[in-house]
């Protein structure tokens, strides 16, 4: 089992930048796959990124290519989300989840382990 907290999030200009973290308690952080997903205001939650836990490939939403970018320190049991050139329609609450030995999962069902999620609040 892992258990997953998210930190970082908070109020930002549009144009400018947050960092999100996931710290993740339990053993074997490295066999998980990550992700990040969103979830705004009368919507359903959607996926940002995601990292595989073999090989370290990262995959994006399109709405997000180019701009956010997923990283992970197995040594510090974090998983990052680095936000970029952010936009009003980026603002949500942001959920890291894990799967353990997970391929390249986008929806919510692959995922087993969810953080409480950090709120983002990009303003114009």
């Known amino acids: 089992q892992v258990q997953l907290v998210e930190s970082g999030g908070g109020l930002v200009q549009a144009g400018g930048s947050l960092r999100l973290s996931c710290a993740a308690s339990?053993?074997?952080?490295?066999?998980?796959?990550m992700g990040w997903f969103r979830q705004a205001p009368g919507k359903e939650r959607q996926f940002v990124a995601g990292?595989?836990?073999?090989?370290?490939?990262?995959y994006y939403a399109d709405s997000v290519k180019g701009r956010f970018t997923i990283s992970r320190d197995n040594a510090k049991n974090t998983v990052y989300l680095q936000m970029n050139s952010l936009k009003p329609e980026d603002t949500a609450v942001y959920y890291c989840?894990?799967?353990?030995?997970?391929?390249?999962?986008?929806?919510?069902?692959?995922?087993?382990?969810w953080g409480q999620g950090t709120q983002d609040t990009v303003s114009s």
């Open positions: 989840a894990a799967e353990q030995f997970g391929g390249r999962g986008t929806s919510d069902y692959e995922y087993d382990y």
């Open positions: 990292l595989s836990w073999r090989g370290g490939s990262t």
């Open positions: 339990g053993r074997a952080f490295s066999t998980y796959a």
